[in-house]
């Protein structure tokens, strides 16, 4: 699935023994067995959503940087939650020499259409032996999959997500609002302001959250309260408010740099958001 706009990363220390892939509907499953020594470096981020349960050889402290912020922190359990787009870059303490652990990445759409916002905080070492249990159990499951292993992923996942919105305090209608995660506005906010000097189509609206069409419209209305539309024109308009007064390009200069076709269309949409037009805008702020 492409994601634009977010460069993975997954650079792990230690020597890999062993890895096993099982791919389902709502989520890749990697089973991974390292040799360690001393440390395991560890920078990672993925565009979507990474659950981990560390068996052999828990992880007992990660030392490092979360998004930027340092963390110095002891892990309680054997499971950690990592948000779609976070990056980590540190050092786990193990202990033993050789680590074995079950790492699920969550797939965008099923995620946006079930998930609401459980799987936008990280949640580092934390115990679940629900959770824990059930994910051992579809690993059993993967070493042969069948013709139902989609579906009982799909179950775990599902009950997954019910147990960590527990875990928030997330109140019942929030299971099944349906909006987008706090990860695909932030994506998408970034890929419209990167994007403002060109035309920005509904699928790339939707390919950057990884959603069809019709399911990003519907997620996209109840979480933003208007039209994908309506968001593109307006963020153009901001950036136009902004270049009017910090710079002294001409009306149609800006238009056409913040993605309208010609200076009567810029005109026209200027007023319609703002109840001036571009030139009195300036002449106002200016003054």
């Not at 997954?10 to 509907?25: H, I, P, Q």
């Not at 913040?258 to 200027?270: E, M, P």
Request: charged content about 25%; glycine content about 8%; hydrophobic content about 40%.
């Amino acid at each position: 699935m492409k994601h634009i706009g977010t460069k993975a990363i997954r650079d792990v220390g230690g020597e890999l023994l062993s890895k096993t892939v099982v791919e389902a509907g709502c989520a890749r499953i990697e089973t991974i067995r390292r040799k360690i020594t001393g440390g395991m470096g560890w920078h990672f981020r993925q565009p979507q959503p990474v659950l981990f349960l560390y068996r052999r050889g828990a992880a007992r402290r990660l030392r490092g940087s979360l998004d930027g912020r340092h963390i110095d922190h002891a892990f309680a359990g054997n499971l950690a939650l990592f948000p779609a787009d976070m990056e980590i870059d540190g050092e786990f303490r193990v202990s033993v020499s050789a680590v074995e652990y079950t790492v699920v990445f969550f797939e965008t759409p099923f995620v946006e259409t079930r998930a609401g916002n459980c799987l936008d905080r990280a949640q580092l070492g934390f115990k679940h032996p629900a959770i824990a249990r059930g994910l051992e159990e579809l690993c059993q499951e993967a070493q042969y999959p069948d013709a139902a292993f989609n579906m009982l992923a799909e179950g775990w996942a599902i009950q997954t997500m019910a147990h960590l919105h527990r875990m928030s305090g997330a109140r019942p209608y929030d299971l099944a609002k349906g909006g987008l995660s706090a990860s695909s506005l932030r994506r998408l906010n970034e890929y419209v302001a990167e994007n403002l000097d060109r035309a920005i189509s509904l699928a790339d609206l939707s390919n950057v959250t990884g959603l069809s069409k019709r399911h990003f419209i519907r997620a996209f209305a109840e979480s933003a309260g208007q039209t994908p539309h309506r968001y593109v024109v307006s963020q153009r308009i901001e950036k136009a408010k902004q270049l009017l007064v910090n710079s002294s390009g001409s009306i149609t200069e800006i238009g056409l740099a913040v993605g309208f076709s010609h200076a009567q269309h810029f005109s026209n949409k200027f007023k319609a958001f703002t109840g001036l037009t571009p030139s009195r805008y300036r002449e106002l702020r200016l003054s």
